[in-house]
């Protein structure tokens, strides 16, 4: 007899903090997807862009590494939002193999008009939680992360 999917013995996985949050990623973005429809660009795209808004002349690796982003892929984006005119990278005279990232005035537009519908989105909490837990949720998050607690909202 197959058990309903609602009611499966998850075992130990139930218990793992990594396979929880896998779950919850996968959650979160279908979430996001569905309630951005084309509103927002990618999650990357959009975390890069509200990164650099926050920290203007940001260095492309540094970035990388704190959004843990492989280095590839972070070309890869930076380089699809420099063609959009979003984002332009200069080289530093101190570090001529550093690219140091700022957002273009129609990146800053983008980065404002994108965080708006996603704001929305991300300040109603899920189904199946209350405004109290998905606070609690998220700070916790960041504790896990080591982030700093002020200062988090772009």
């Given at each position: 007899m197959t058990?309903?999917?609602?009611?499966?013995?998850?075992?130990?996985?139930?218990?793992?903090?990594?396979?929880?949050?896998?779950?919850?990623?996968?959650?979160?973005?279908?979430?996001?997807f569905a309630a951005m429809e084309g509103a927002a660009p990618l999650p990357g795209s959009l975390s890069i862009l509200l990164m650099?808004?926050?920290?203007?002349?940001?260095?492309?690796?540094?970035?990388?590494?704190?959004?843990?982003?492989?280095?590839?892929?972070?070309?890869?984006?930076?380089?699809?939002?420099?063609?959009?005119?979003?984002l332009r990278?200069?080289?530093?005279?101190?570090?001529?193999?550093?690219?140091?990232?700022?957002?273009?005035?129609a990146g800053l537009a983008e980065a404002e008009r994108a965080w708006s519908a996603v704001h929305a989105h991300e300040t109603a909490p899920p189904a199946t939680l209350t405004a109290e837990e998905a606070a609690q949720l998220r700070h916790l998050l960041r504790r896990y992360l080591s982030l700093?607690?002020?200062g988090h909202e772009p």
């Open positions: 058990a309903p999917e609602g009611r499966l013995d998850w075992g130990p996985l139930g218990d793992s903090l990594g396979f929880l949050l896998r779950l919850a990623q996968l959650e979160a973005f279908e979430a996001y650099v808004r926050g920290n203007p002349g940001i260095r492309q690796g540094v970035l990388a590494r704190a959004l843990r982003i492989k280095r590839a892929h972070m070309t890869k984006i930076v380089q699809s939002l420099e063609q959009a005119g979003l990278g200069s080289v530093p005279a101190d570090d001529r193999r550093a690219i140091e990232l700022h957002l273009t005035p700093q607690e002020h």
